[in-house]
């Protein structure tokens, strides 16, 4: 295990936003359908499925840190999740460069609560991805409380994606994936009923990019991601409150392995980004909100 902690002021970069897409035995996050059709999406056709190992050397020599999950879908598609706890064990052997979210389905109830604060208080998790489109259960329902309080009292970040998907894009009935589960919207009841939950909206959230603003200026614990869009594509008005009334809540994500960071961070450079606000997205609100700096 690595002994090594992360030294925030050596790097370039904190990216939120990365998968851990395949287990050591070979086993993936996803099925190989709903993996094509998120390939064919993003226009990666044939893209590495990176072990964890490989994904902290990539980071180590770009001097950037990386968030890595995996999402728990198991109740909706029958597909058995990639363990948490071996997401958590191989970024804890790269403690220099690797951040472990873990993944828990909302379906698992009070069990689901259980493990989350296993996770965290014997595994070093450091957050919690959701994919409420992916996992077929919408944010605001009751059935994903109990699991929200532990994170709320663990102290650590949820993580959202909001908006469309190219996880079963083109698949016929999108392979059961329902778009409107990953309406921003439904996270602002989760804002109100945790109000010291930190809350991370994934992407720019299309087609609801205005809510997606309008949750994260008005709650004062919830952020944004920029991650699963080429920065040149952004929305002008996400552009605009990044820069002005978002510029301490708006962070870089990539998704990488089907964007990588050289790409986003190529696009970020062409964009018109205020010079004292690039290094609070690309760095310096992350580490701020993930607790790697303490001001």
Known sequence: MSDQAIDVAALTAIDVHTHAEISKSGHGALSPQLFGASEEYFKAHGHRQPSIDEMAAYYRERNMAAVVFTVDAEHATGHPRIANEEVAESCAEHGDVLIPFAGIDPHKGRAGARE???????????????????????????????????????????????????????????GGIRLKYSNP???????????????????????????????????????????????????????????????????????????????????????????????????????????????
């Open 116 to 174: 989350a604060r296993r996770l965290v208080e014997e595994h070093g998790v450091r957050g919690f991805k959701f994919h409420p489109s992916i996992q077929a259960f919408s944010p605001d329902d009751r059935m994903a409380y109990p699991l929200y309080e532990a994170i709320e009292e663990l102290g650590v970040p949820a993580l959202f994606h909001t908006g469309q998907t190219g996880i079963g894009a083109g698949v016929p009935g999108g």
């Open 185 to 295: 919207m439904l996270v602002d009841d989760v804002a109100v009923d945790f109000p010291e939950l930190r809350i991370i909206l994934a992407h720019p959230s299309f087609p609801w990019q205005d809510e997606a603003l309008a949750v994260a200026t008005h709650k004062p614990h919830v952020y944004i991601d920029l991650s699963g869009w080429s920065p040149k594509y952004f929305p002008p008005q996400l552009v605009r409150y990044a820069n002005s009334l978002l510029q301490d809540k708006v962070l870089f994500g990539s998704d990488y392995p089907v964007i990588t960071p050289d790409r986003w961070l190529a696009d970020f450079e062409k964009l018109d980004v205020k010079p004292g606000v690039r290094p609070k997205i690309l760095k310096d609100n992350a580490a701020r909100l993930l607790g790697l700096v303490t001001d």
